[in-house]
């Protein structure tokens, strides 16, 4: 089946930083989503990918559908104390069943 | 994008018991999923549910442990059934509307512990 890779597990860092993470598939993708879910809530759409080579912003966030259609980024600019949590990429091949990365831990330090 | 109620929000069952999950959208939607996601861990899917018949269970998952009903376009539950302490977890239901209606949405889930 399809294999979801999301790196980094974790990040430490200081208010005001960038941050970035990234999802890789040993399969092309037609969507990518990006989530992020607070403790004790359920994950909330961030940025939804759906065109290779889409980069696509939300406020302080970007994100990009790779070209190959197997890979994805996040970006946080400017990362204030809210930006913590846990932030997933998920895709799916077509339509249907969405595979989750493992989580990228954020947490950020005044 | 749908919203969705999901309840109870947390519960502490018996092991031997069961659990009835609810999940209301607040619009018709095409796709119903169950989810469930372990202390620290990603979400792994459980089951599609369909509308009007039976669901499509993931490998590892079956029916008898997770029966799933959707009778219409906006509601679905999810049962867990004979629970023992490995199926305290977090347990959400998502729903889509279309296939590029805006990604998934998530209830904020079921926290289950069973002691």
């Known amino acids: 089946g399809q294999q979801l890779n999301q790196s980094p597990q974790s990040m430490f860092i200081q208010e005001g930083e960038d941050v970035s993470m990234n999802c890789t598939s040993s399969s092309i993708f037609n969507t990518w989503l990006w989530y992020k879910q607070d403790p004790g809530e359920g994950p909330v759409l961030l940025i939804a990918?759906?065109?290779?080579?889409e980069l696509t912003s939300n406020g302080r966030l970007t994100a990009q559908f790779g070209i190959t259609r197997k890979d994805s980024f996040l970006n946080i600019s400017a990362s204030i104390p809210s930006d913590v949590g846990i932030y997933f990429c998920a895709g799916h091949g077509s339509w249907g069943k969405l595979q989750f990365g493992a989580g990228t831990q954020v947490v950020v330090t005044p | 994008s749908a919203v969705i109620s999901q309840k109870p929000s947390r519960d502490i069952c018996q092991r031997g018991t069961s659990l009835t999950i609810q999940c209301q959208v607040d619009s018709q939607v095409t796709m119903m999923f169950w989810y469930r996601q372990q202390p620290g861990q990603s979400l792994t899917l459980i089951a599609t549910a369909n509308q009007g018949s039976e669901a499509t269970y993931e490998s590892g998952f079956v029916i008898d442990k997770f029966p799933i009903s959707r009778p219409n376009l906006t509601f679905s539950t999810l049962t867990v059934s004979n629970m023992s302490p490995e199926d305290s977890s977090i347990y959400l239901c998502?729903?889509?509307?279309?296939?590029?209606?805006?990604?998934?949405?998530f209830g904020s889930g079921t926290r289950l512990t069973v002691v």
């Open positions: 990918l759906y065109k290779a080579g």
């Open positions: 998502s729903a889509a509307g279309s296939a590029e209606a805006n990604g998934y949405t």
